[in-house]
């Protein structure tokens, strides 16, 4: 063993001894070649360097052409303004370029390309040849990467880059490409992100002969060029944000919670036009979703970031992707807070708030027709066939005079009020439903005013069903309440005022030294969520309190689940960082299970905690949480009046 051990120290000692060599430079077509490496990591980025040329030559037009994924060819053809003949050697030489001059116009670049890097690199290591034309030239000329050799060509005014045989001369590289397929989709991805930068310049697409993609330019419109990328679902299912803060401007388009995706395989993010794979931003998208959409879902969206060249850095990857920017910190809640404001409001931009005569605010439903405004009028509260009385509404939401009274066990809504039980802590306020809206008197209360509208019953124990001015709301009820319930839980952290329910006989839980080391540790949190988790014996815990709206979950098991959240996300963070993690934890405890059955006041109870919950429009696994059917949808249904 020794010996061995001793003969591979000789053995790899003799081989350093063997290669200390004297120092040289290296071959010129060598440097290439490392560079390249960087620049030219597979066919796509070959695609990426030669569009964003066409494209910093003023092109409108880009016909991308290629074979076998772009391992055997891609041919680039633009209207740009072309390269003069005598300059096309120079095109060809590493760090020639026509874009930046000097330090300070490096620093304020606003070309894609900067480095006069690309050209050079892709020559290295592929076979090269580049036709071009100027406006004011009788031809175009040709020029052999290879040969450095020109020749009088025809062609219209722009310019055509053919690549062919990526990694000829390497062989070990090409045994790092991937199938054709999967090298032709890196190439769409990449095309993908210069067209939706630039709606203003079309692009064609043929692989092996085929069309693949054709984005033409419907009156330089953003939206038309991302319905044609993105697909119908994000062009029927997104929102539009915008915002400007003295030179920093972002704008974009946020897809709805309800189209999310499993992979992050929709996320675009510009700077200054450049598309760029950027962590900074990609966290800021993520947090501003964090409210709507989490767990293993991604948001999918396009995003705009427009501000001074010269507060941004792009110099920081050869394959000019990343970007630094000087005030971090202030973009990442520029963009943060406007798409986080943006999604809110779209949370409740299905129930907009409209306020009363009676100087109360109320919500309706903002897609209202006119024929269902009238229906609204016609149809007041006290002539609904199902509604309820208001007098029980009162006793329900509390009139300004009736907030202090004790709900009777009748009415009192199951899902929302404090069990009168309840043991607040002296330094806490009551949490559970927020502040109750004071209530209209009956003569003034329209179904306007209640824009979910009123209880017809359930179905299946899972939907629940209500008539409102407009035709039938279908709410899914377990969403519902789980959306209620977190951004309740959310309201009680903020304010650290969770109300506590002690437990009149503790429930002793088994716990592995794990979980109770996790108890012992992150006492401080789970105070603060309400539990007292009081060690029995060493491998026992007592739950003595429980947060007051969680009283009737299944406590050893909330227990473990909260255990589980601190020990993964960490006590500290919990409570600042990973907060959604655990509220949704807590949520998804309480909120009302499938199969039970809600009295006709219950869902009522529900249905006006939908209208004063912010972002209740969505569960917060980006579910839709009700559905609008409209008269008229009913009668296009049963063909009514056609
Ligand atoms: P960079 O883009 O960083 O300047 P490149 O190696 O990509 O470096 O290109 C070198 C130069 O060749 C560019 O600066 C530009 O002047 C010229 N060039 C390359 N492609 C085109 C094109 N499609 N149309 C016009 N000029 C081009
Ligand atoms: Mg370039």
Redesign the pocket.
């Known amino acids: 063993m020794l010996s061995t051990k001793f003969y591979g120290y000789v053995e790899r000692s003799t081989h350093i001894a063997s290669i200390a060599r004297s120092i040289k430079l290296l071959p010129e077509l060598l440097i290439s070649q490392i560079a390249a490496g960087e620049v030219v990591e597979r066919p796509a980025s070959v695609v990426k360097?030669?569009v964003?040329?066409?494209l910093?030559?003023g092109?409108t037009a880009l016909h991308i052409t290629l074979e076998q994924g772009g391992v055997k060819r891609i041919t680039?053809t633009?209207n740009?303004?072309?390269?003069a003949a005598d300059?096309l050697p120079l095109?060809l030489k590493r760090h020639?370029?026509?874009?930046t001059r000097s330090l300070a116009e490096l620093e304020a670049v606003a070309?894609?390309?900067?480095?006069?890097?690309?050209?050079?690199s892709i020559a290295s290591v592929a076979r090269l040849c580049m036709t071009?034309r100027t406006g004011d030239a009788p031809h175009a000329t040709r020029i052999d990467a290879q040969t450095d050799a020109l020749a009088p060509a025809a062609g219209e005014i722009?310019?055509t880059?053919d690549m062919y045989e990526l990694y000829f001369n390497i062989p070990a590289r090409r045994k790092f490409l991937k199938s054709e397929q999967t090298e032709l989709g890196y190439c769409l991805n990449v095309i993908r992100c210069c067209a939706l930068a630039r709606p203003d310049v079309a692009f064609s697409v043929l692989h092996n002969g085929r069309m693949v993609e054709h984005w033409n330019v419907i009156e330089s419109s953003a939206s038309a060029r991302i319905a044609q990328i993105l697909g119908e679902a994000f062009a029927t299912a997104h929102l539009r944000f915008e915002k400007q803060a003295s030179s920093l401007s972002i704008d974009g388009y946020a897809g709805l919670p309800t189209i999310s995706r499993s992979r992050a395989d929709q996320q675009y993010c510009f700077v200054n036009g450049r598309f760029v794979r950027d962590k900074l931003l990609t966290h800021a998208m993520r947090a501003a979703y964090e409210d709507v959409l989490h767990g293993n879902r991604y948001p999918a969206y396009v995003l705009f970031v427009e501000l001074p060249p010269e507060t941004v850095d792009v110099n920081v990857h050869p394959s000019k992707i990343e970007v630094r920017f000087r005030d971090a910190r202030a973009i990442h809640s520029f963009v943060c807070n406007t798409v986080q404001d943006a999604l809110a409001r779209y949370a409740g931009s299905g129930i907009q708030l409209k306020t009363t005569e009676g100087g109360h605010t109320a919500r309706v439903i903002s897609t209202h027709t006119s024929h269902s405004l009238q229906q609204a009028r016609l149809m007041r509260q006290g002539t609904l066939p199902i509604a309820q009385q208001l007098a029980k509404y009162d006793a329900l939401f509390g009139r300004p005079d009736q907030a202090t009274a004790t709900p009777s066990a009748k009415t009192e809504p199951a899902v929302v009020s404090p069990a009168p039980s309840c043991e607040l802590r002296q330094d806490t306020v009551p949490y559970c439903a927020p502040p109750p809206a004071p209530a209209p008197t009956s003569s003034d209360v329209t179904i306007d005013d209640y824009p979910l509208g009123f209880a017809i019953g359930q179905l299946h124990g899972i939907y629940l069903l209500a008539q409102n001015a407009h035709g039938l709301i279908i709410v899914d009820m377990h969403a519902a309440h789980e959306r209620i319930v977190y951004e309740q839980f959310k309201q009680a952290l903020m304010h650290r005022a969770v109300a506590v329910q002690s437990l009149l006989l503790p429930v002793s839980m088994p716990v592995d030294p794990v979980e109770m080391g996790i108890a012992h540790e992150h006492r401080d949190t789970l105070n603060a969520l309400g539990f007292d988790l009081t060690p029995l014996s060493p491998t026992t815990l007592a739950i003595r309190t429980v947060p007051a709206l969680l009283k009737d979950a299944d406590l050893p098991t909330l227990a473990r689940a909260v255990l589980a959240d601190l020990h993964a996300y960490g006590g500290s963070r919990i409570l600042t960082e990973r907060q959604h993690e655990l509220l949704s934890t807590l949520a998804c405890h309480h909120a009302v299970r499938a199969n039970r059955g809600l009295a006709l006041d219950e869902i009522n109870a529900l249905l006006r905690q939908m209208e004063t919950t912010e972002r209740a429009n969505q569960c917060n696994h980006g579910r839709p949480t009700w559905y609008q059917l409209t008269l008229a949808d009913l009668d296009r249904l049963f063909m009514r009046g056609q």
């Open positions: 360097e030669l964003e040329n066409a910093d030559a092109a680039v633009d740009g303004y072309g390269i300059q095109a020639a370029t026509s874009k070309t894609l390309g900067f480095r006069g890097e690309a050209l050079a071009s722009g310019t880059v």
